[in-house]
């Protein structure tokens, strides 16, 4: 029964900053690669950044990297997406997900456990 429920979209003004969370239930988080994947209406679930269990790898797609930071503490059983200078088209359904296999990756289907997804929507 491993879980994994993100907390903190919501509507956000251009050019501000919020920080997602995503903790981890039922299972042995320090073990688990953790990713942020996030889906725009009508469209499949893109990746957006990965942690590897030890926090000693990291990835970031292009179009946001130096506006994302992605972060875990494994004393909360917590991996965090630090959102900077955000944009209308950063606008989606950010979904957390745990992947249990030997490297950290950028497919979802390797992905182990899901969370139901947090809104983010960047507008005035």
């Known amino acids: 029964q491993v879980q994994l429920a993100e907390t903190g979209g919501g509507l956000v003004q251009p050019g501000n900053s919020v920080t997602l969370s995503c903790e981890v239930s039922g299972g042995d988080f320090s073990s688990y690669h953790m990713a942020w994947f996030r889906q725009f209406p009508g469209k499949e679930r893109e990746f957006v950044s990965v942690?590897?269990?030890?926090?000693?790898?990291?990835y970031t797609i292009y179009p946001v990297t130096g506006r994302f930071t992605i972060s875990r503490d494994n004393t909360k059983n917590t991996v965090y997406l630090q959102m900077a200078s955000l944009k209308p088209e950063d606008t989606a359904m950010y979904i957390c997900a745990a992947d249990s296999a030997p490297t950290p990756g950028t497919i979802a289907s390797n992905y182990d456990y899901w969370g139901q997804g947090t809104q983010v929507t960047v507008g005035s």
């Open positions: 942690i590897a269990r030890d926090g000693g790898f990291k």
